[in-house]
């Protein structure tokens, strides 16, 4: 039987002296999406600072297809196939589109067909129209599409979302369901973090 995706066990994490994870424990199974859903302050976008390696788990265990993670460097986590699109979007204002997408192209072996520039413009046919044009001055929402199409050009093994309608317009945060529901369909292993 294939090892999850993802799983945590018991992880414990804390900023500073504050203890905000306690034991907490799930799996993710290989092509499935998990979402965590809670209010603001519940630990959340700590669980995934946790599994990328931003903070470090002081109990428990991370795993990802098997292979313990927890304790890694983020950037060591991201090379083993961990994607993320951070809260607040974040992608590179002062580059265009295409060169937000190039700069996280990774070649990596995830058991499907491998994420291109092609088959983002496909995804997301708004980012093809504006793949020239400075991504700071994209909207809200295109901003969105492009933080989700750059984590997948590093073909993530697991594809973390935080919060990704945050903020949007309602229409937009219906297009971004659609691209959840076709990235599972796709068989990309996805957690989901959002308060609703």
């Not at 090892?3 to 034991?23: E, W």
């Amino acid at each position: 039987m294939a090892p999850d995706a993802l799983s945590l066990t018991n992880v414990d994490a804390f900023y500073g002296d504050s203890h905000i994870l306690h034991g907490v424990s799930f799996s993710l199974a290989q092509g499935t999406v998990l979402a965590l859903l809670g209010r603001n302050g519940a630990g959340k976008t700590t669980c995934i600072s946790t599994i990328v390696g931003f903070l470090q788990p002081r109990q428990g265990e991370v795993r990802l297809h098997g292979e313990p993670i927890g304790g890694l460097s983020p950037e060591r986590i991201a090379r083993l196939g961990i994607g993320l699109v951070p809260q607040g979007r974040r992608i590179f204002p002062s580059l265009t589109v295409r060169e937000n997408l190039v700069v996280a192209a990774q070649r990596r072996e995830t058991g499907t067909a491998p994420w291109t520039l092609e088959r983002l413009y496909d995804l997301f046919p708004r980012l093809r129209e504006r793949h020239a044009q400075l991504a700071g001055t994209l909207s809200g929402g295109e901003q969105q599409m492009l933080a989700i199409a750059r984590a997948l050009m590093g073909n993530p093994r697991v594809l973390l979302l935080d919060e990704p309608s945050e903020g949007l317009a309602p229409l937009i945060v219906a297009e971004v369901g659609r691209t959840i529901r076709r990235l599972k369909e796709e068989r990309q292993s996805i957690v989901l973090v959002e308060q609703n």
